[in-house]
């Protein structure tokens, strides 16, 4: 049976929703929720192409995701940044800040998913879903407002220790100042409060998704109407395919970004090079651009990780003193700065040939073609979208260039012995940091820019 032919399944949906039910402890939230979002928005791929009220929950799902890791990257930031007297107000302030936002997104997406299953069970007639029963609210608003109250008192409930330690303590003549010694217990106290509420709202979605999944019927008349649907729309597999690689593309890009805690990159350039491996063996073109490209990846996923290796141990067996004073100790600088050199180089031709993987991509799939008995009419569209593409993937690589220079000074600096003026290098992390960021940004724009000229080529199909 063909993916396409399957029935409409709604598992990992659920699997996505689970990791909203355990609760923060000091605004660290071990089941991150930007991770139940990306599974939620894995299991409306398909249903999203039929209902459109599922594609609209699918969208708001995605901007909660995008908030969710912005706010977990602030939190790196604090906890790499800064001393332990400023961490505490930092971190109440960026926990109250993104529980509201947070909430702002996440209601909504909420409301709009299981306002997408009531349409859904409306339009394939599943009374066990949205029939009322005695005049009260159906199964599927039941949830939605469980849902709801349980996540408002989830973000409620664990901050109420923090702000409580925090503004508390300021009296210092109160005896209010001794509640920092209980705050462990505090934390405790609200952790087992939302765990408990927590329990008892996953017993209610786990009886709702097993009335859902026993409507065996409903699911594949569903099934049914998505592979109608896929037939009719051949662009589909192909949108679908290279928006998967871009995906992989962006979050490499992202492992890229450099954050250091005692000389360590806690973001390791090896992952990176693993996601963007993966992403060079998806596109749909000649093998030859995908068989390079993958291994100059391949090639960037090794020597980043020696590299990282070597600068570990540098760190963990030398002080910055040595290199002059110990011959072994200058040894290890410059393999440890020759291997930095390497890492940049194999970066930029890695970088090169993703860029030129994404011009094939654009050459054979990209742009709305119109039917023509003049071929000389299409070339000339392709020309011209070439043309425009081609300033847009030098803009990346200069980018990209910018930010692995950089990046390898930084390797190179942040051992460098001296003292007085030029330990302001060590600033150059920031530079690092940030350029590392712009690149990220300017990758998504032109990976969203060629997704959305795929979907042209395809929009009359």
């Known amino acids: 049976m063909s993916r396409a032919s399957r029935p409409i399944r709604f598992g990992l949906v659920f699997a996505g929703l689970c990791f909203f039910c355990n609760p923060y402890f000091a605004v660290i939230d071990f089941l991150p ?3 139940g979002c990306l599974l939620i928005c894995l299991g409306l791929t398909r249903v999203s192409q039929i ?12 901007k909660v995701t995008i908030v969710d890791v912005l706010k977990n990257i602030t939190l790196l930031i604090v906890f790499g940044a800064s001393g332990p ?3 505490a107000t930092a971190l109440l302030l960026i926990g109250f800040s993104a529980a509201v936002l947070e909430l ?5 997406a909420v409301l709009r998913l299981f306002d997408g299953f009531s349409d859904f069970a409306t339009a394939y007639d599943c009374v066990s879903l949205y029939g009322n029963t005695k005049g009260r609210l159906s199964i599927t608003d039941r949830i939605k407002k469980t849902t709801i109250i349980f996540l408002i008192v989830r973000e409620t409930v664990c901050l109420l220790p923090e702000f409580t330690a925090l503004t508390q303590s300021s009296y210092q003549d109160s005896m209010w100042n001794r509640i920092y010694e209980h705050i462990g217990v505090m934390r405790g106290f609200a952790c087992l409060i939302v765990a408990v509420i927590g329990i008892y709202w996953l017993a209610c979605l786990i009886g709702y998704f097993r009335k859902l999944f026993a409507e065996k019927e409903v699911l594949l ?7 109608a649907y896929y037939d009719a729309h051949p662009g589909i597999a192909v949108e679908r395919r290279h928006n998967w690689s871009f995906l992989l593309l962006f979050i490499g890009s992202l492992m890229l970004i450099d954050f250091y805690l005692d000389f360590r990159n806690i973001l390791p350039d090896g ?5 963007l491996l993966a992403a060079t063996l998806i596109p749909s073109v000649d093998k030859k ?3 390079i490209a993958a291994i100059s990846a391949g090639a960037y996923t090794v020597i980043s990780t020696v590299s990282s290796k070597i600068s570990y141990a540098f760190a963990n067996n030398y002080s910055v003193g040595e290199i002059t004073k110990n011959a072994e100790a200058a040894k290890a600088y410059l393999q440890m700065w020759l291997m930095a050199l390497a890492e940049f180089l194999v970066f930029l031709a890695m970088l090169v040939c993703i860029l030129l993987l994404l011009r094939a991509v654009i050459l054979k799939w990209a742009g709305y073609r119109p ?6 009419f299409e070339d000339r569209c392709q020309s011209t979208l070439l043309s425009e593409f081609d300033g847009k993937l030098i803009r990346t690589f200069i980018f990209g260039f910018i930010s692995g220079l950089v990046s390898f000074l930084y390797d190179y600096i942040k051992e460098l012995p001296g003292k007085g003026i030029l330990r302001l290098l060590d600033y150059i992390w920031i530079f690092d940091f940030c350029l590392a960021i712009a690149f990220a940004v300017v990758l998504a724009t032109l990976l969203s820019s060629i997704s959305n000229e795929i979907k042209n080529r395809f929009l009359y199909d």
């Open 51 to 62: 209902k459109g009220s599922m594609k609209d929950a699918r969208a708001s799902f995605l």
């Open 33 to 35: 929720d930007f991770i």
């Open 289 to 291: 651009h995908r068989i």
């Open 221 to 227: 008349r569903a099934g049914e109407a998505y592979r």
């Open 104 to 108: 702002m997104f996440l209601i909504p």
């Open 271 to 275: 992952i990176a090079g693993i996601f």
């Open 85 to 87: 007297n400023e961490q």
């Open 371 to 376: 039917e023509h008995n003049r071929s000389e």
